[in-house]
């Protein structure tokens, strides 16, 4: 599903609300569990989300990973250097600390990913591999929603469509 | 050896020496020589007074008036703790954490002590439980003032990298660590700090005065160590407890990061 609608109509607020990362209000369900019923971290790992620009908490890129083979094949896949996980997060360009964001969230398989304009910094090759990542996550059963400026990439990606504009969320049909 | 009374005279002559400062500000336009009179005038009055206050404090030896002496103390230190915070908490938090932390620290450091080391007749005499007190107290306040400080500036400046691991699943002690360790970091270096020069580069005030009032350095040296002991474990107790019971307020019980908690930066 992607989240489409002007800058600062709250897309992004949108997105954090299901994660629960601000005070909310209103029921969301995963497989008919209510997220209440969860403590905050499990429902959070089922239902991740990934920020534009996320941050990082320790100097190596490499210890933001917990599964470090999975996460150097994926990188691979994204066209990022297998050495860069030995980097430290300095030395990352805006575009490579996106993707790493993004694997970061991957390699712990959540049911549902909320991805806050994932392929917005990147040139057109690199914006490929993440679209072909996440067909795949999306054939294993993954539920994405994830905001997009490109109309073209929701046609790609969408199975059903959002719109946020003057506080209010609406599907749009085609 | 003995103790040497001074009379009001014998100070005056080294009163004399505070002029120096204020000719120094004449001679060199330096525009300090109000702040100097108010400064010495302030020190003066203040002093003398609190010299009233204990000397009717010892005569009493009352546990209620030795609370009450200690309580006022400690609602000072509360508020000098939380006083040049970069990014207070808001409301009454901010006051409520310093004041709770610095006593509850302090407080049991100095009953311990009482009770157990000095174990002056009836405990809470005042002639050891106040000095002694204030002593802790000065030492904690710093501890918790730092830790405090270094935790919130840590969380607003950190914000991106706590809220990615809360994303991820952490909880919100595991998003917090980083900033976590270093506010008891700094919360607790300066008496590490203290510790390590004492004797090479400062004699402690309070092992001098002794000195000068006649007690054999020998006794004078174990006073030290056990203050020096007493400071060290207030220190952390009151950093940790304040640290903790911080980093619990800026987040909730769903594991949000709540910088809406803080005072807004200006």
């Not at chain 1, 030995?86 to 694997?103: F, H, I, K, M, Y």
């Not at chain 2, 808001?90 to 610095?102: E, F, H, N, P």
């Not at chain 2, 157990?116 to 050891?128: C, E, G, I, N, S």
């Not at chain 2, 976590?180 to 510790?195: D, E, F, Q, V």
């Amino acid at each position: 599903m992607v989240v489409s609608g002007p800058s600062g109509a709250g897309k992004s607020l949108l997105l954090r609300a299901i994660a629960d990362l601000d005070p909310n209000e209103g029921e969301i369900l995963l497989d008919d569990e209510s997220r209440e019923a969860l403590p905050a971290p499990l429902w959070r790992r089922r239902v991740t989300y990934v920020a534009a620009e996320s941050g990082w908490w320790a100097d190596a890129v490499g210890a933001h990973f917990a599964h470090r083979d999975e996460a150097a094949a994926l990188a691979r896949s994204l066209g990022l250097p297998v050495a860069c996980l030995d980097w430290p997060v300095a030395r990352l360009s805006t575009g490579e600390r996106q993707r790493l964001a993004l694997l970061r969230a991957l390699v712990q398989r959540p049911r549902a990913l909320l991805l806050d304009e994932p392929t917005s910094g990147l040139d057109q090759n690199a914006a490929e591999a993440v679209e072909t990542l996440l067909r795949e996550a999306l054939a294993r059963g993954t539920t994405i929603l994830m905001v997009s400026h490109d109309p073209a990439q929701a046609a790609r990606l969408a199975s059903r469509r959002l719109r946020v504009e003057a506080g209010r969320v609406w599907e749009e049909r085609r | 050896m003995n103790f040497v009374p001074l009379g009001y005279g014998d100070v005056a002559i080294a009163g004399v020496l505070v002029l120096a400062n204020g000719l120094l500000s004449l001679w060199f336009a330096l525009g300090l020589e109000r702040q100097i009179a108010v400064a010495t005038l302030r020190m003066v009055i203040q002093l003398v007074l609190v010299g009233l206050v204990l000397h009717a404090l010892f005569n009493a030896v009352s546990p209620f008036w030795t609370l009450l002496a200690a309580l006022v103390m400690i609602a000072f230190a509360g508020r000098e703790s939380i006083a040049r915070q970069e990014r207070p908490f808001a409301g009454w938090w901010s006051y409520g954490l310093g004041t709770s932390t610095v006593m509850l620290a302090a407080g049991l450091v100095t009953v311990l002590a009482l009770t157990t080391a000095v174990r002056p007749q009836p405990w809470y005499d005042p002639r050891f439980a106040i000095p002694l007190l204030g002593m802790i107290l000065g030492n904690t306040m710093n501890g918790i003032s730092l830790g405090l400080n270094t935790l919130t500036v840590g969380a607003a400046r950190e914000r991106n990298a706590i809220e990615a691991r809360l994303a991820l699943g952490a909880t919100r002690w595991e998003a917090f660590s980083t900033v976590t360790r270093g506010a008891l970091k700094s919360g607790m270096l300066p008496i590490i700090n203290s510790m390590s020069a004492t004797g090479l580069v400062a004699l402690p005030g309070m092992m001098t005065g002794q000195i000068l009032s006649g007690v054999a350095p020998e006794q004078a040296v174990k006073y030290q160590l056990l203050i020096m002991f007493l400071i060290a474990g207030s220190t952390a107790l009151g950093s940790l407890a304040a640290v903790m019971l911080g980093a619990s307020r800026l987040t909730d019980q769903r594991h949000r990061l709540r910088l809406d908690r803080l005072r807004p930066a200006r």
